[in-house]
């Protein structure tokens, strides 16, 4: 009893004190984007990165933002041993990461005159940092407490913000739907996390929580799964929003979606001998087909090729829960509760090195005026199709590296 209590005043405390932090801090830093003024913003701010608020539309806000808090939320929810609880702790830990997100994405990005600018792709970006947290999470359900929850989310959105600003802005990377950014750098952060707070004789228990899935677990991943298919292709468009362009991204993200649901049809009765596959394994199916569009997705991929890419991912998911978790467990000693190795790491690195293999068509033969949305520097002349892609590849070890010396060290 005395330790419950204790622990309900750590965390009660602890909310208090990053609440009170997070207050001043914008108190002091954070103002609304004066994007409304063009005589104020041209003086102030790099309006080339900014203009996108004039044509974001809310409801793609919106549907992000659901997909961060729901979707996420509901996805770790399968476990009939935490249930209802990891939502909780998710909407807690949302509820501090897209505050700390604003802030610390906003020294890197939106920083001018002492003052962060924050307006509608600011919010998106904390969005997109919260919902890498999200997945390191799903790594150390059940191991970790509340409190030790909220210093992950602490350290982590300060590494996540950081290596998305080497990435994105620094090399000039192309990762509008997150490959590497969020789910690679999620997983694997998570998964070293989970290394470093390896206790063995946890891991028996732990492996039973895992099959300790009914009626109410097999409901979370119904609801969960409809809201991947619902909003995850606006989660893998909501920075590519142009009026005068196809939304590519969200017609490869369902392509990929379909692609990977029937995969696991098709493996899971071959793998599991079962006559249909269980809810929990489309909704990680839907997951990897996500994933694996993220730096792909507004690229000239073709239908077709969102279709393979998607197969391919819900493929390697399956295979990867079958046979390659065991090795996690067993030989590299991490528990992996939710499978994020499987669902947001195998597909992230495979959408990263398709991105890579896509960025050698970037002509303006290929492209047309589409060209300067996707690869600006390569329109310009600035960058040949050969060096962007290079820049692409060497983002996924870069990338690798923060996740996991801040999984370490977080750990």
Same mark, same amino acid.
């Given at each position: 009893?005395?330790?419950?209590?204790?622990?309900?005043?750590?965390?009660?405390?602890?909310?208090?004190?990053?609440?009170?932090?997070?207050?001043?801090?914008?108190?002091?830093?954070?103002?609304?984007?004066?994007?409304?003024?063009?005589?104020?913003?041209?003086?102030?701010?790099?309006?080339?990165?900014?203009?996108?608020?004039?044509?974001?539309?809310?409801?793609?806000?919106?549907?992000?933002?659901?997909?961060?808090?729901?979707?996420?939320?509901?996805?770790?929810?399968?476990?009939?041993?935490?249930?209802?609880? !990891?939502?909780?702790?998710?909407?807690?830990?949302?509820?501090? +990461?897209?505050? &700390? =997100? @604003? %802030?610390?994405?906003? #020294?890197?990005?939106?920083?001018?005159?002492?003052?962060?600018?924050?307006?509608?792709?600011?919010?998106?970006?904390?969005?997109?940092?919260?919902?890498?947290?999200?997945?390191?999470?799903?790594?150390?359900?059940?191991?970790?407490?509340?409190?030790?929850?909220?210093?992950?989310?602490?350290?982590?959105?300060?590494?996540?913000?950081?290596?998305?600003?080497?990435?994105?802005?620094?090399?000039?990377?192309?990762?509008?739907?997150?490959?590497?950014?969020?789910?690679?750098?999620?997983?694997?952060?998570?998964?070293?996390?989970?290394?470093?707070?390896?206790?063995?004789?946890?891991?028996?228990?732990?492996?039973?929580?895992?099959?300790?899935?009914?009626?109410?677990?097999?409901?979370?991943?119904?609801?969960?799964?409809?809201?991947?298919?619902?909003?995850?292709? !606006?989660?893998?468009?909501?920075?590519?929003?142009?009026?005068? +362009?196809?939304? &590519? =991204? @969200? %017609?490869?993200?369902? #392509?990929?979606?379909?692609?990977?649901?029937?995969?696991?049809?098709?493996?899971?009765?071959?793998?599991?001998?079962?006559?249909?596959?269980?809810?929990?394994?489309?909704?990680?199916?839907?997951?990897?087909?996500?994933?694996?569009?993220?730096?792909?997705?507004?690229?000239?991929?073709?239908?077709?090729?969102?279709?393979?890419?998607?197969?391919?991912?819900?493929?390697?998911?399956?295979?990867?829960?079958?046979?390659?978790?065991?090795?996690?467990?067993?030989?590299?000693?991490?528990?992996?509760?939710?499978?994020?190795?499987?669902?947001?790491?195998?597909?992230?690195?495979?959408?990263?090195?398709?991105?890579?293999?896509?960025?050698?068509?970037?002509?303006?033969?290929?492209?047309?005026?589409?060209?300067?949305?996707?690869?600006?520097?390569?329109?310009?002349? !600035?960058?040949?199709?050969?060096?962007?892609?290079?820049?692409?590849?060497?983002?996924?070890?870069?990338?690798?590296?923060?996740?996991?010396?801040?999984?370490?060290?977080?750990?």
């Amino acid at each position: 009893l005395e330790h419950n209590v204790a622990s309900r005043l750590r965390l009660s405390g602890l909310c208090v004190l990053l609440q009170i932090l997070n207050i001043l801090l914008f108190a002091v830093f954070v103002r609304y984007s004066p994007e409304s003024s063009s005589s104020l913003c041209s003086l102030q701010l790099n309006c080339s990165r900014r203009n996108q608020d004039s044509g974001f539309q809310h409801p793609r806000f919106r549907d992000v933002h659901l997909q961060v808090l729901l979707g996420f939320g509901l996805l770790v929810a399968f476990l009939g041993r935490y249930g209802p609880g !990891s939502v909780v702790i998710s909407i807690l830990i949302v509820s501090f +990461a897209i505050q &700390w =997100a @604003v %802030l610390i994405q906003g #020294f890197l990005y939106f920083f001018h005159n002492g003052k962060i600018y924050m307006g509608a792709p600011s919010m998106v970006s904390a969005d997109f940092c919260t919902a890498a947290v999200l997945i390191s999470t799903g790594a150390v359900l059940g191991r970790v407490n509340p409190v030790q929850m909220l210093l992950l989310a602490l350290l982590e959105v300060i590494l996540c913000a950081l290596n998305e600003y080497i990435l994105l802005s620094l090399m000039g990377v192309s990762d509008s739907g997150r490959s590497l950014t969020v789910h690679t750098f999620g997983a694997y952060f998570g998964l070293m996390v989970s290394r470093i707070l390896h206790q063995p004789h946890m891991d028996k228990r732990r492996r039973e929580d895992q099959q300790d899935t009914g009626h109410q677990p097999d409901v979370f991943a119904v609801v969960g799964t409809i809201y991947l298919w619902i909003f995850w292709p !606006s989660f893998t468009s909501a920075t590519t929003v142009h009026d005068n +362009a196809e939304p &590519w =991204a @969200v %017609l490869n993200t369902y #392509f990929s979606l379909v692609a990977s649901t029937v995969a696991t049809f098709i493996l899971s009765l071959v793998l599991y001998e079962e006559s249909t596959p269980r809810m929990v394994q489309i909704q990680d199916a839907t997951l990897a087909g996500a994933a694996v569009m993220g730096m792909a997705g507004e690229m000239l991929v073709t239908p077709f090729g969102a279709l393979i890419a998607g197969f391919l991912a819900g493929l390697i998911s399956l295979l990867g829960f079958r046979f390659f978790t065991p090795v996690l467990h067993f030989r590299l000693k991490i528990q992996d509760t939710c499978g994020v190795h499987n669902v947001h790491g195998i597909p992230g690195i495979l959408g990263a090195l398709l991105g890579t293999l896509l960025t050698l068509l970037a002509t303006a033969d290929a492209y047309g005026d589409r060209l300067e949305l996707v690869f600006p520097l390569v329109a310009q002349g !600035s960058r040949t199709a050969v060096d962007q892609a290079f820049l692409q590849l060497c983002a996924l070890p870069l990338t690798l590296l923060f996740a996991t010396l801040g999984g370490c060290l977080t750990g």
